[in-house]
């Protein structure tokens, strides 16, 4: 639409352009739960409607041959910042721009990009950063298919690695980071870490970072996956992240029916994997970025509930006689865990670690013994899930790392929903009569 207005039927002038997008009202800066409303999107270039309508098209037609060349240079790389404008789905579509714009809100990210899962955002990750001969840093313990990646697939092409436990100071860290041999082209993190729900400092590694690299030109970038707390219980980027990962299928998505990533960080890095993103084609697809986008709009009301859920649950179990114990953020108290917790995180979550007494056998009589609770791997949904990782998610894992990160036997991973959490209890109990 050229015409900024066009008269209607009665004569009175109807609005063409796009409205800029309101991040204030009256002085106020909105929250981000309002933002999900409508942040990133106008009605008036899709007919009215309310919300996003589906755009189901592999390709953009171009105003003219300039703009085609010019969104051209940016998804090839020779400008930075990827397309002005809708090239081609696999670079880029309204769905997905919309959602990268609202997914940076939350915690305030400069730029953001969605993926088809969140694997695909780690490996899009990993592939834009590394060349053979690096030496990637990361926590442990990691998602299995991540470590996995590290290990087996990026080691196959020279890459190697090296790890420090997920709780390590910074003078752990340091000595880690100092070890390295080659360039190191990125520290990887994962805190809570999976599924142990051990807690990363993120400052203390950005400390031992900047007192390893000093001056560098090129410091590697600190990534972290904050899939099991954020975006409302940690903001990695206000304590020294450069870039945030998140498996978009869990709280995000929340409903357990769709199955995404996505990274959010600086421009700088984003246009680095962004550019990856584009050779290979990891971008989440129209139908998928739609629905996360509803889903946004209920996140905080969702994650709400689902950590009162887990705060009555986890009260219950530890007390219980056939409970090890609990492996819940929210009962952090005097130890460097529950330092972290108070300087990185605005909440316990709501999945956590809960060690049996026992072994396999007692895990597999509770697990088995559920009723309201879902035997399924993943988490962050409206529903109650449960697992175990040391036969299931952490199966490959080798198993002497697992008894060195504590991935126990006994161990059952619980991902509390948004059900009634009196109605969770009472199952928790009938099962754990079941050993």
């Not at 860290?173 to 080659?182: H, Q, T």
């Not at 950005?206 to 972290?224: L, M, N, S, T």
Request: charged content about 20%.
């Amino acid at each position: 639409m050229t015409d900024e207005t066009e008269a209607d039927l009665t004569g009175v002038p109807l609005r063409r352009r796009p409205k800029p997008s309101v991040d204030t009202v009256g002085g106020r800066r909105l929250s981000p739960a309002t933002l999900m409303m409508g942040h990133g999107y106008d009605p008036v270039l899709s007919e009215g409607s309310l919300k996003p309508p589906i755009f189901a098209t592999s390709t953009y037609v171009f105003p003219n041959a300039a703009a085609g060349k010019r969104h051209f240079e940016g998804v090839t790389g020779k400008r930075p910042g990827g397309a002005e404008g809708l090239v081609y789905s696999r670079f880029n579509g309204p769905n997905q721009e919309i959602l990268e714009d609202r997914l940076g809100v939350w915690e305030a990210a400069e730029d953001a990009l969605v993926f088809s899962s969140g694997m695909s955002a780690i490996a899009t990750l990993f592939l834009s950063m590394v060349q053979p001969g690096d030496t990637i840093i990361h926590s442990g313990p990691l998602y299995a298919a991540t470590e996995t990646l590290i290990g087996r697939v990026l080691g196959r092409f020279g890459v190697n690695y090296l790890d420090f436990p997920a709780g390590a100071t910074q003078d752990e860290i340091e000595a880690v980071l100092r070890c390295a041999e080659g360039r190191v082209p990125l520290i990887y993190l994962e805190s809570p870490a999976n599924p142990t729900n051990a807690l990363v400092d993120i400052e203390a590694v950005a400390a031992a970072r900047d007192a390893v690299f000093g001056d560098a030109q090129e410091k590697p970038p600190i990534a972290i996956d904050n899939t099991f707390l954020g975006p409302l219980w940690q903001q990695p980027l206000q304590h020294g992240a450069d870039l945030v990962v998140y498996s978009l299928t869990k709280y995000a998505g929340g409903h357990s029916d769709l199955v995404a990533g996505g990274v959010l960080g600086s421009k700088a890095h984003i246009n680095t994997i962004r550019s990856m993103r584009n050779t290979i084609g990891t971008i989440c697809d129209p139908n998928t970025a739609w629905m996360l986008l509803r889903s946004l709009e209920t996140l905080e009301l969702r994650m709400s509930r689902a950590g009162e859920n887990a705060a009555k649950v986890c009260a219950f179990l530890r007390d219980h006689p056939k409970v090890e114990r609990v492996g819940y953020l929210g009962f952090l108290k005097d130890d460097r865990q529950a330092d972290i917790y108070r300087r990185h995180c605005t909440g316990g979550g709501s999945t956590f670690s809960l060690y049996l007494k026992g072994g396999e056998r007692e895990a597999f009589a509770f697990l088995d013994a559920l009723v309201i609770a879902k035997l399924a791997v993943s988490l962050g949904g409206t529903e109650t899930l449960a697992s175990h990782p040391a036969g299931m998610t952490h199966l490959s894992v080798p198993d002497a790392r697992k008894a060195a990160l504590g991935i126990t036997d006994n161990l059952v991973r619980i991902s509390i929903g948004v059900e009634d959490a009196d109605d969770l209890i009472a199952d928790f109990e009938q099962a754990l009569e079941a050993i």
